[in-house]
Nanobody
């Protein structure tokens, strides 16, 4: 199973970016996974940014990004997205996606990360 993030880059404060995380692999059934975005800034621990459940698509956000970020998934493309608006310098981090299975005993998967830098 592979999770491949894309869409990171350099953006000015107040700008927007959309991150993508495409999932692939033999036997990977996208609808059986809860998908999340995490981020890790230099010198800080990795933190949960947003989560979307597998079927209903219920979302949850860190307080620091509520109202600015939106997570959504496209099951036809096996892809989860993170739309980031009104970006701030403190949003600068490496962003990772994670797939957590809804069935017990199956492994989690992480992507390799994509850098987001918010700076003028």
């Amino acid at each position: 199973v592979q999770l491949v993030e894309s869409g990171g880059g350099l953006v000015q404060p107040g700008g927007s970016l959309r991150l993508s995380c495409a999932a692939s692999g033999s036997g990977f059934t996208f609808r059986r996974y809860i998908m999340s975005w995490y981020r890790q800034a230099p010198g800080k621990e990795r933190e949960l940014v947003a989560t979307i459940t597998s079927v209903v698509g219920r979302t949850n956000y860190a307080d620091s990004v509520k109202g600015r970020f939106t997570i959504f998934r496209d099951s036809a493309k096996n892809t989860v997205y993170l739309q980031m608006n009104s970006l701030k310098p403190e949003d600068t981090a490496v962003y990772y996606c994670k797939a957590v299975p809804t069935r017990p005993g199956e492994p989690d998967y992480w992507g390799q990360g994509t850098q987001v830098t918010v700076s003028s």
